[in-house]
């Protein structure tokens, strides 16, 4: 599946739409790719108002051009097909961690990447250009539009491992460079505006718009309000992907505790990732396994009928190993739309979204019992936690909705 085009394939006819680069590290791989959706849902959103073009990393499998709904995609070749493994699959810097011999890939995937847009720059020239992450993306959109002669505007979108993950003195250099460089810098949420003004970028650049979902259709209530309680065996659900700063297995632990309390629980995490089968070692070891069902991948289409089966969702994201943590917590806003009750921790990327008591209950991370004590609060006051329910859906629905947050990174594309 080297090239593949489907009808239209890399459309020449952009009418009176401005072209528009993405450089990203993570985007689908074929259609129906279980890996994070979120930039192809952003450029989908944007394909009236821009021609598009989207440079992505090559995978196994996958094609090296093709037209998605739209969107052309060139997918970008930095090893022999069998070793591309540095892209996707929890994530680059995850990756890094438990194969540190995929350091070696990085130079040609830097180079591999920055030919690829220089491409598209001399044969599309592009008005703007829209990196994601500020490594790799933003330091390649950076070199780009300093030699490009017709200077398309760049915009740098930071999503938090890109902020927080990256260390030391050199990552920190580029890291300032990177930002100065760009401009508009967008962020996804306000933690990071100020991570992101610390390293030296000017905090009249910054924007925090972080990346919206569909709230009308998709990601809504699918069956009618009820107290959750009346439920005989009480369901809690985490979805997303399995990896450290996730902190899944300090929710395995709380419900382990919640389980003495309240037999009945039933706890199902949806997703994949390399951290799988340490988290089922630890649910055996913490005697909890038939308990605990673990579903693997999912589809975006799977999410809300999966929330609607479950009395509460569990986000217990922490700073992993290296500082890395989630930027925002998109997995909440969705899990808000669909309006089930969520417990989350206490990381200031949470902040702007998860008001305890208000739109939820928030535990520490990494502390179980902490987790535990929320997780029984919230399911021993049903009418409680359907109250905040609602109070978070109607506040995400009037925030992140796809068609709100298009609209704003339009305008700060096109320099509005």
């Known amino acids: 599946a080297d090239e593949q085009r489907s009808p239209g394939a890399m459309m020449d006819d952009t009418g009176d739409r401005p072209r528009l680069l993405v450089l990203t590290s993570t985007f689908p791989r074929w259609a129906d790719d279980h890996e994070p959706p979120f930039v192809y849902e952003l450029c989908h959103q944007l394909i009236d108002r ?27 070749r930095y090893a022999p097909e069998r070793w591309e ?101 967008t962020v996804v949420s306000a933690a990071l505006a100020d991570a992101a003004a610390a390293l030296g970028c000017p905090p009249q650049r910054i924007s925090v718009l972080p990346m919206g979902t569909d709230l009308t259709t998709t990601f809504v209530p699918q069956k009618p309000e009820e107290p959750a309680g009346t439920r005989v065996l009480r369901s ?113 990327p949470l902040d702007d979204l998860l008001i305890d008591g208000v739109t939820g209950l928030r535990a520490t991370a990494d502390d179980a019992n902490a987790f535990a004590a929320a997780i029984i609060a919230s399911l021993d006051d049903p009418p409680g936690a359907l109250d905040r329910a609602r109070a978070a859906r109607s506040n995400v629905l009037r925030r992140y909705d796809w068609p709100v947050i298009a609209a704003r990174y339009a305008e700060l594309l096109l320099g509005k």
């Open 50 to 76: 821009f021609a598009i073009t989207v440079i992505a990393p090559h995978a196994p499998g996958s094609a090296t051009r093709e037209n998605l709904h739209g969107i052309d995609v060139v997918r970008f």
């Open 85 to 185: 493994k540095l892209a996707y699959a929890g994530g680059i810097p995850t990756r890094l961690r438990r194969m540190p011999w995929l350091s070696l890939l990085v130079p040609g995937f830097m180079l591999a990447m920055l030919f690829a847009g220089y491409r598209q720059l001399r044969s599309g020239k592009p008005q703007a250009v829209h990196a994601h992450w500020l490594i790799p993306g933003g330091l390649v959109g950076a070199l780009l539009t300093r030699v490009s002669r017709n200077r398309p505007r760049l915009l740098i979108t930071a999503h938090g491992g890109d902020i927080y993950g990256l260390r030391g003195r050199l990552a920190t250099l580029m890291k300032r460079w990177v930002l100065t460089r760009a401009d508009q810098v």
């Open 236 to 348: 809690v659900v985490y979805a997303g992907r399995l990896v450290d700063k996730k902190g899944i297995d300090t929710l395995l632990q709380a419900s382990a505790i919640v389980l003495e309390k309240l037999p009945g629980l039933r706890l199902t995490i949806a997703g994949h990732g390399p951290a799988l089968e340490q988290l089922r070692a630890l649910s055996r070891e913490l005697g909890i396994e038939r308990q605990v069902e673990f579903t693997g991948p999912y589809r975006i289409a799977d999410l809300p009928r999966l929330y609607a089966d479950a009395e509460l969702a569990v986000f217990p994201f922490r700073m992993a190993q290296g500082g890395d943590q989630d930027g925002f917590g998109l997995a909440l806003v969705e899990a808000m739309g669909c309006g089930v009750p969520v417990v989350g921790s206490d990381i200031a």
